[in-house]
């Protein structure tokens, strides 16, 4: 069983449309998280939530906006989708918020915009 | 400047040879991390460290709080531990802070 899971593995779009990546976790872990890969292979946070509470938010644009119906799920939704948008975007899960535990990564989503 | 750095950044070594990884960084931690990326762009965590050493097969991981510095051993490389190494660390809250990454390619 995938313990964090994420659809759609690939996505492809053109400029200007609006996508939703979706992720599930089923180690019933209270935190959740969403990572951007860029083409250098940095990662770096975008959100993160507890328990369906927001508690992380980086300098993202607001056209991206995390939604989490449950603690198992962290959707990412983008608006207006731009050529620096392209990117792997990772979901990640942690028992809490503590930040001394080991986090656990779906397998990536990679966006490319045309 | 990252607030965690690691070199070498890209590092390739002949099957059998020891390895080593670095890993600096600038802040207050609560842990570090090691985590691999393989080529096809799974990510595993490998290792959280507070303090001392881990060691978990030919993996080895140690770190220096008071030189805020730390190091990922690789004994007896094989050409399947090609792959991505990065270092992360907590920072008081809950997200982690990630260095670069360390490009590693293993020849047999």
């Known amino acids: 069983d995938t313990a964090v899971s994420q659809t759609p593995k690939y996505l492809v779009t053109q400029m200007g449309n609006d996508k939703s990546i979706k992720c599930e976790q089923n180690?019933?872990?209270?935190?959740m998280y969403w990572y951007k890969q860029d083409s250098k292979k940095f990662l770096k946070i975008m959100f993160s939530?507890?328990?369906?509470?927001?508690?992380i938010n980086e300098t993202v644009p607001n056209r991206f906006s995390p939604k989490s119906p449950d603690k198992a799920h962290l959707n990412l939704h983008i608006n207006s989708l731009e050529l620096g948008d392209s990117a792997v975007y990772f979901c990640?899960?942690?028992?809490?918020?503590?930040?001394?535990?080991?986090?656990?990564f779906g397998p990536g989503t990679r966006l490319l915009v045309l | 400047k990252n607030e965690v750095e690691q070199s070498p950044q890209n590092l390739t070594a002949q099957e059998g040879e020891f390895i080593t990884i670095n890993c600096s960084y600038s802040?207050?931690?609560?842990?570090l991390h090691w985590l691999q990326q393989h080529p096809g762009g799974g990510i595993v965590s490998l290792f959280m460290?507070?303090?001392g050493k881990k060691k978990h097969g030919r993996l080895i991981a140690t770190i220096n709080i008071q030189e805020k510095h730390s190091s990922l051993h690789i004994t007896a490389s094989h050409p399947r531990d090609s792959a991505v190494y990065i270092c992360?660390?907590?920072?008081?809250?809950?997200?982690?802070?990630f260095g670069t990454g360390t490009r590693l390619k293993v020849l047999a």
């Open positions: 990640a899960s942690s028992p809490s918020r503590q930040g001394i535990e080991t986090q656990y």
């Open positions: 180690l019933g872990h209270d935190t």
């Open positions: 939530y507890n328990n369906k509470e927001l508690i």
């Open positions: 802040v207050g931690i609560s842990a």
């Open positions: 460290l507070s303090s």
């Open positions: 992360a660390v907590s920072s008081g809250t809950y997200k982690y802070i």
